[in-house]
């Protein structure tokens, strides 16, 4: 059985228990991290002291971008895991574009979701919206060129970007009308892993 070690309230812990689920891969997750700490086992298994890690089998794997290529080769096939180099560097590179994204991000989420109101930094959520702002404009581009990330069907690139979409569109931040992101996230609510696993409470 996959082991899942992480707090669900995490984004890269959000795209390795979707995608799992997305698999139909039994699984079992523990939280780790945050409130819930870091015992000397999990340190054992991943040393860098953050999540998430995986264990499958004998195996022991962490960076969750790294776990997704690892689970989409594993147990995804064909459709996840294409034979075609250019069709699996398609989805690749937006699943190596969202840590760009996630950079853009970070102030806004902090201030507005990790700090007292009283100590927030306006001029930093501020600018930070308007960094998502410009990030966003480009996904959308994309969007309209193709439906998803990974082409003309969901697949691996939309799993990073689709766990900060959510962010997106619950941060209480100033946002353009960007319709095929519109669409693109519509779509993403529709599905039933999507729903459990990322359309939780940010905290």
């Known amino acids: 059985m ?18 799992a689920h997305e698999l139909n891969i039994d699984h079992v997750r523990h939280d780790v991290g945050g409130a819930y700490g870091m015992d000397t086992p999990y ?3 991943n040393p860098n002291a953050l999540i998430p890690t995986i ?3 004998d195996f022991i794997l962490w960076e969750s971008n790294a776990i997704l290529r690892y689970l989409a080769a594993g147990y995804g096939g064909e459709t996840y895991w ?8 398609r989805a690749d590179k937006w699943m190596d574009w ?21 100590q927030r930094d306006e001029a930093s959520i501020a600018r930070s919206a308007k960094n998502c702002a410009g990030k966003m404009a480009l996904l959308d581009n994309a969007l309209g060129i193709s ?6 069907s969901f697949g691996i690139g939309d799993i990073p970007m689709g766990v900060y ?18 669409n693109w996230y519509a779509r993403l609510r529709a599905r039933p892993a999507y ?3 990322v359309m939780i409470p940010l905290t």
């Open 2 to 19: 996959l082991t899942i070690w992480g707090r669900l309230n995490s984004h890269n812990v959000k795209k390795v228990a979707w995608f």
């Open 55 to 57: 264990e499958d089998g």
């Open 98 to 118: 969202q840590f760009t994204y996630a950079a853009a991000q970070h102030r806004a989420f902090v201030n507005l979701i990790r700090t007292p109101v009283d």
């Open 165 to 182: 979409a959510h962010s997106w569109f619950t941060l209480a931040i100033e946002r353009p009308t960007l319709p095929h992101v519109e």
């Open 195 to 197: 729903a459990s696993q």
């Open 147 to 152: 439906p998803w990330l990974s082409g003309d």
């Open 43 to 45: 340190l054992a298994k």
């Open 82 to 89: 294409p034979t075609d180099p250019a069709s699996r560097a």
